[in-house]
């Protein structure tokens, strides 16, 4: 496998400690505090283990940021196991509190009712530049102490249908999409469904909170704004490949109360296979009350 492939499928590959109870180690991948889908793809890991069954769906609380500088523990409770579906609850734990918690439910699939809306036209993948030849063209915008974070190959290939550029923000409407995948093959000895919806869940974080931001003409980089996501949810439609290209469109319906709700839709050869939503605070510290 490539080597950030790799990478990625250690990261979400836990160690298990006793039954029930699996440990998952940290890197730093976006900042100080741990990658919000970093958690997702491991929580959802460890459910997995519990049983043979894909998720179909999973609701998520963060709770406390995470430090990317200690492992994280998963405690997975056997909530149900019945004939047509199957529920586990999981708890993240970091320095011996909850961190993270969220609800998983499990189904084979089934055959029956079947209509999706209609995938959104976007010129293919292989037209588009990816985020490191994007990040190239804005190397001036960077400042010299976070360049090299910035310039940093992630663990997945991004290419932005819509670039922008997160330092020099403009009002735009509230939609964003890319095209998303894993640097190389998933390696034979270690292609499962499980991995597939785990690093499905690792990359379903990317972008979604921002894309409440775009009506403001702010981004992430904002310095008076505080970002946090608060909950996540993701649904798993129909089989996917991880290894092959995924559009992920994204958009949102409203920001108020220093929230701002955002939803979005992984598609692939033309089938709608997972669809996310979640909420994040998008704070103005000028604002803040004491």
Known sequence: MNALTQELVELLSLEKLEENIFRGISRNLVGKRVFGGQVLGQALRAASYTTDRPAHSLHAYFLFGGDVNAPIIYEVDRIRDGKSFVSRQVRAIQHGR????????????????????????YPPAESLKNEAELTRQIIEFIPENVRASFMRDRHVEIRPVMPVNP??????????????????????????ISLHQAIAAFYSDFTLMTTALRPHGLSYLSPSLQCASIDHAMYFHKPF????????????????????????????????????????????????TQ
């Open 241 to 288: 490949r991880v290894d092959e290209w995924m559009l992920y469109d994204m958009d949102a319906t409203q920001s108020a109360s220093s929230r701002g709700l955002n939803f979005g839709r992984m598609w692939q050869n033309g089938e709608l296979v997972c669809s996310t939503t979640q909420e994040g605070l998008i704070r103005l510290r000028e604002i803040e």
């Open 98 to 121: 909850t961190i993270f918690m969220c609800m998983v439910s499990f189904a084979h699939q089934e055959e029956g009712l079947n209509y999706q809306i209609s995938e959104p036209e």
């Open 167 to 192: 330092f020099q923000p403009q009002p735009e409407a509230p939609n964003y999409a890319h095209y998303i995948r894993t640097h190389g093959k998933i390696a034979a000895e270690v292609d499962e």
